[in-house]
């Protein structure tokens, strides 16, 4: 697929069915998101790949999110459908270190974003699609340890992969001009 076609027509899906990205095509996933702009190489950044019966288990650990947080039982609901969503769920992880005086936190969680968005668009490159989803349950104390979350980490993602129930139009091209200025 072109590149430019892919960053001006990309659009998530929340469809998702099998077959989800393995192997290589996993792989290239990955090493895009390794391949994000990262100042001063840090890769702040971990991934947990989530498929099958970790699904149960991320699906038990978003329930204990909903109780911990209060959420009420339509969030339980929610829970059990986010968890199962999809084949495959990569949760992306920013690794946030505040003692570094030359990248600041802030720069540090960018780099997660641009790191979760290159998994997008390489998904979408191999014919597959994905949406990005967070929710207030990624602050959930059981989750965050289940990731391995250190107190300054952040979850950024519960990134959905798989392939298009049913394909989606192609986004528009939008009007740029209310968004940018000179200087
Ligand atoms: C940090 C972040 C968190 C998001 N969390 C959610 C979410 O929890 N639920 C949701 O429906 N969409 C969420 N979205 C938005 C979708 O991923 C998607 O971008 C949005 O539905 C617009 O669709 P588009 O990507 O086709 O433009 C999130 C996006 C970002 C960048």
Redesign the pocket.
Known sequence: MDALELLLT?????KLVAPAPQGEQLDNILQAALHAPDHGRLTPYRFVIIEKQGQDVLEQLLQSAVEELNQGEERKKKATDVSHRAPMIIAVIAKINNEIGKVPGWEQMLTA?CA??AMQLAANAQGFDN?????PWIDGSELRQAFGCEAQDKV???LMLGTAEQKLEK?KIHDVSPYVSYL
């Open positions: 990309r659009r998530s899906n929340k974003g979760t968005y949406v990005w989803v967070s929710g950024i993602a519960l986004a």
